[in-house]
């Protein structure tokens, strides 16, 4: 085996293991969820999830359209388009423009020392 074939072999094997898109602001508050949260959030994230992202995050987003039923709420509506925004590219910038915000007027959220689950 060539060392260019072991190089592909590893950039592919490391391009699995990162999320989509690649924006750490991102990582950054996925580790911020609760564990089990924070496992199927990551999931969903990898490139190759992407048959499971897009309906996920379009059932997120109808969930978060009903949220005045009971066991449904709002934080479903930003979390299923955060989703949605590693597959349709209109949805990306806007994304990025909320994690700009976010870093802007909430550092707090990004700090990985910050306790996990804290209501600032």
Request: proline residues 8%; aromatic residues 6%.
């Amino acid at each position: 085996m060539s060392s260019a074939s072991d190089e592909r072999t590893t950039a592919t094997g490391d391009a699995a293991s990162q999320m989509a898109g690649g924006d750490p602001r991102l990582d950054k508050l996925v580790h911020r969820l609760p564990p089990r949260m924070e496992g199927t959030v990551s999931y969903l994230l990898k490139p190759s999830s992407r048959w499971v992202r897009i309906p996920s995050g379009a059932l997120l987003v109808v969930g978060g359209v009903f949220s005045f039923l009971p066991v449904l709420g709002v934080w479903m509506l930003p979390l299923g388009l955060a989703l949605l925004a590693e597959d349709v590219p209109a949805l990306r910038s806007s994304r990025s423009k909320v994690l700009d915000w976010v870093e802007r007027k909430k550092p707090q959220w990004l700090d990985p020392s910050a306790a996990k689950n804290d209501q600032s």
